[in-house]
């Protein structure tokens, strides 16, 4: 089952543009984490925030977690092209032992049109 | 490159078939991760490994089985396959036992079952 739940499921903008995608999860989380996906390809980590953060940069990607709401905002400003990708949440648990694992979210299709 | 290899790529095989994926993690990384990410289900997590030991457990069938070897590479049996096990299967490793600082992904596996 999903932890996290992205939306929207689909997005397609213009370059230049900025793009935000959200994630909303169920149970408490240690941290958040974004990933980038190309077409068929492995996921690439983006970006971590940890519980006890609000907001975090890493070059044009912004992302916010607002853990009373339980949910996670992922910014790509000046979009480009090659930021064509699926995007995906996956929240970590924080506790160790066998119930441990990072959940995916079934991810947002962002499309950046030249 | 992320670091992580699996190898094959693809894989074509029969129903009732058994084979054999493998994944090397990146150097350093103790803990193994196996994904199975199909349109429907999304990405699901199957089995943890750390340091030679199965750590955490996902949704992974009686059919399928993994381990990993002393230097830390590791195999995800897949037997009697049937056409729902179409999917492409995904590796990842992290440092510790827990993803806490996010996981680095293989390029996967993509296996189809005619």
């Known amino acids: 089952s999903q932890q996290g739940e992205e939306d929207p499921q689909a997005l397609s903008i213009q370059e230049g543009e900025n793009a935000t995608m959200n994630c909303s999860y169920k149970?408490?989380?240690?941290?958040l984490q974004w990933y980038r996906q190309n077409s068929g390809r492995g996921l690439v980590h983006l970006i971590l925030i940890r519980s006890n953060e609000r907001e975090k940069h890493s070059g044009r990607l912004r992302v916010t977690l607002d853990t009373s709401k339980k949910s996670s905002s992922l910014l790509i400003t000046a979009s480009r092209a090659a930021d064509t990708a699926s995007y995906f949440c996956?929240?970590?648990?924080?506790?160790?032992?066998?119930?441990?694992?990072?959940?995916f979210g079934k991810g947002t299709l962002l499309t950046v049109n030249p | 490159d992320s670091g992580v290899t699996q190898t094959p790529k693809h894989l074509i095989t029969a129903t009732g078939q058994r084979v054999t994926l493998r994944c090397s993690p990146r150097?350093?990384?103790?803990?193994v991760y196996w994904y199975q990410q199909s349109l429907d289900q999304g990405l699901q997590f199957l089995i943890q490994y750390y340091n030679g030991e199965e750590r955490a457990k996902g949704n992974i069938l009686e059919r399928f089985s993994a381990q990993q070897f002393p230097d830390l590479h590791s195999e995800l049996n897949l037997s009697s396959l049937e056409l729902g096990d179409s999917a492409l299967y995904f590796c990842?490793?992290?440092?510790?036992?827990?993803?806490?600082?996010?996981?680095?992904f293989g390029s996967g596996t993509r296996l189809t079952v005619v």
């Open positions: 990842a490793s992290s440092v510790g036992a827990v993803g806490w600082y996010g996981y680095t």
């Open positions: 149970t408490s989380i240690n941290n």
């Open positions: 150097s350093g990384d103790l803990s």
């Open positions: 996956a929240t970590d648990p924080g506790s160790g032992g066998s119930n441990y694992k990072l959940t």
